[in-house]
């Protein structure tokens, strides 16, 4: 079974600093990789995916992700935080595609506050 | 424009009582999840509809737990009997294709078991 583990579960920091959520998952095949992201009172959107190719995506708002292979490693980055970026972050993986229907299985979620 | 609208967006039940919960996927999406989220956790994989089809229900935690789509669109989530332990965030969640494919979410049906 697929899991997934993220590192921090909360992380605090000031505007400007630079942000990284770690992310790892378990499973031997071939995946997809996404980072969800929950702001205060709304619902998860898409922050960034990879499915195949350069292992260096970059998403909305900033936000980039660098898959490891060897490491089984997804984690999320941003140079330069906001205010604004005060949300929850989910990395999310599944299977990739040998397997239909291909449900997400998330982490715990790290909630990130920025302090301005 | 439409998202993925759930209803009710909050759902108190007394220990017991049935309730059903609503998805309204994004028009023309042939995947459809649900997903339940416990408070602090991330979301958990409850069951998987391609159109009309239930292909996977592995998740559903017991057979109080139903669910249907039966024209391949709107889908209900139905808990029989609630208790205290299926108090969360039900997600639902649509996607274009059946294969590699983003999951567009819903907002949450808040459910409070008392």
């Known amino acids: 079974a697929q899991s997934v583990s993220q590192h921090n579960h909360h992380v605090i920091l000031s505007e400007a600093a630079s942000l990284e959520l770690g992310c790892n998952y378990s499973?031997?095949?071939?995946?997809?990789l996404f980072w969800y992201v929950q702001y205060p009172g709304q619902h998860l959107q898409l922050l960034l995916k990879?499915?195949?190719?350069?292992?260096l995506v970059k998403g909305i708002k900033g936000f980039e992700a660098e898959f490891i292979k060897s490491k089984f490693s997804f984690n999320l980055r941003k140079p330069s935080v906001q205010w604004s970026d005060t949300a929850e972050y989910f990395c999310?993986?599944?299977?990739?595609?040998?397997?239909?229907?291909?449900?997400?299985?998330f982490g715990g979620g790290t909630r990130v506050l920025v302090k301005p | 424009g439409a998202g993925v609208s759930q209803s009710p967006r909050y759902k108190v039940a007394k220990r017991g009582q049935d309730v059903a919960l609503r998805c309204d996927p994004i028009?023309?999406?042939?995947?459809l999840f649900w997903y339940q989220q416990a408070l602090g956790q991330g979301p958990e994989f409850l069951t998987y509809?391609?159109?009309?089809?239930?292909?996977?229900k592995s998740g559903l935690p017991s057979d109080r737990f139903f669910a249907e789509r039966p024209e391949g669109s709107v889908s209900t989530l139905k808990i029989q009997r609630t208790q205290q332990e299926d108090s969360a965030v039900y997600l639902c969640?649509?996607?274009?294709?059946?294969?590699?494919?983003?999951?567009?979410f819903g907002p949450g049906t808040r459910l409070t078991v008392t």
């Open positions: 969640a649509s996607s274009l294709a059946s294969i590699a494919s983003e999951q567009y």
């Open positions: 499973y031997g095949g071939t995946v997809n």
């Open positions: 990879y499915f195949s190719g350069d292992p």
């Open positions: 999310a993986v599944n299977a990739g595609a040998e397997a239909a229907g291909n449900k997400l299985t």
């Open positions: 028009s023309g999406h042939v995947s």
């Open positions: 509809f391609q159109n009309e089809a239930q292909l996977d």
